[in-house]
């Protein structure tokens, strides 16, 4: 089950490669011809990223405040959060904040949970479907707001592949 989620991951990333080279040749060809199974491919892979609940899902980042990669990330939050998605955002370092250096409210990480989800690199995300009552596995690093939309939608397929059994 794990490789076929593996494989299921790969594959969406793909597919998002495809659509952005797509749109970049486009760009440079505007008469240029798209294949008929790539145009439903394209599709089918949109229509399911856009019917996401955003009340299922609710998404945790735990990040350090000098991470540039983190503060990225705070902007894939931010466009999350205006979408009405449910977004947290948890400091793991010591250092003082100003409010308004993030986009999102940002709090103290429990050092009990940093230490349970061994995170040691950051920024270290978690998405949870409060339908099914399963997390994901931890998301690793930068993620785009339809990587972390691709990821939601692989938790939804996988729930109703087993019935929400964790």
């Known amino acids: 089950i794990s490789m076929w989620f593996k494989y299921m991951e790969m594959k969406n990333k793909l597919a998002t490669r495809l659509q952005k080279r797509m749109a970049e040749y486009l760009a440079k060809k505007p008469g240029a011809k798209i294949p008929e199974a790539t ?84 920024p270290f995300t978690l998405i949870a479907d409060l339908k099914s009552k399963r997390v994901s596995q931890p998301v690793k690093g930068y993620q785009s707001v339809n990587q972390i939309k691709n990821i939601m939608s692989l938790i939804e397929t996988k729930s109703k592949v087993d019935g929400g059994r964790i």
Do not use: W
């Open 39 to 122: 145009k439903r491919g394209l599709e089918i892979k949109q229509k399911s990223i856009a019917k996401l609940d955003s009340k299922r899902f609710r998404i945790r980042m735990y990040f350090e405040s000098t991470c540039p990669h983190c503060k990225r990330m705070m902007a894939t939050l931010k466009n999350l959060q205006e979408q009405g998605y449910f977004v947290e955002a948890y400091q793991i370092d010591n250092e003082r904040i100003s409010g308004n250096l993030f986009p999102i409210a940002t709090v103290k990480a429990n050092p009990g949970d940093v230490k349970k989800y061994n995170i040691t690199s950051v």
